[in-house]
């Protein structure tokens, strides 16, 4: 079983920056796809960024594109969200998630993922 653990997050105004961090029970696995999401309360858990550790190519939600990197430090086993330039509607809880798969261009759909962290708040204050 394979464990993801967040860190990171935090209460930020607008326009901050915040690098989340997950860290991987394991060695990352690949191929693989890894991401991060978030979730309100009583709304759906939508896709932020994806990673394949297949092809390196990484993709994002359209409202954080230009604003967010994910990224993976191998040796650390980590995962990393950099958020910049926060606005209030980034505020979320903010999940890191993680599924073997041989594909090159990972998907946004949260059922493909096999494993999840707790977690992580973001709040961004106007």
């Known amino acids: 079983q394979v464990h993801l653990v967040e860190s990171g997050g935090g209460s930020v105004q607008t326009g901050g920056s915040l690098r989340l961090a997950c860290v991987v029970s394991?060695?990352?696995?690949?191929?693989?796809?890894f991401g991060w999401f978030r979730q309100d309360v009583g709304k759906e858990r939508e896709g932020v960024a994806v990673?394949?550790?297949?092809?390196?190519?990484?993709d994002y939600k359209q409202s954080v594109q230009g604003r967010a990197t994910i990224s993976i430090d191998n040796a650390k086993r980590t995962v990393f969200l950099q958020m910049n330039n926060l606005q209030p509607d980034d505020t979320s809880t903010y999940y890191c998630?993680?599924?073997?798969?041989?594909?090159?261009?990972?998907?946004?759909?949260?059922?493909?993922?096999?494993?999840w962290g707790q977690g992580t708040q973001v709040t961004v204050s106007s």
């Open positions: 394991e060695d990352i696995f690949e191929p693989g796809c």
């Open positions: 990673l394949s550790t297949n092809s390196g190519k990484a």
């Open positions: 998630a993680a599924a073997p798969s041989p594909t090159n261009a990972c998907p946004f759909a949260s059922w493909v993922y096999n494993f």
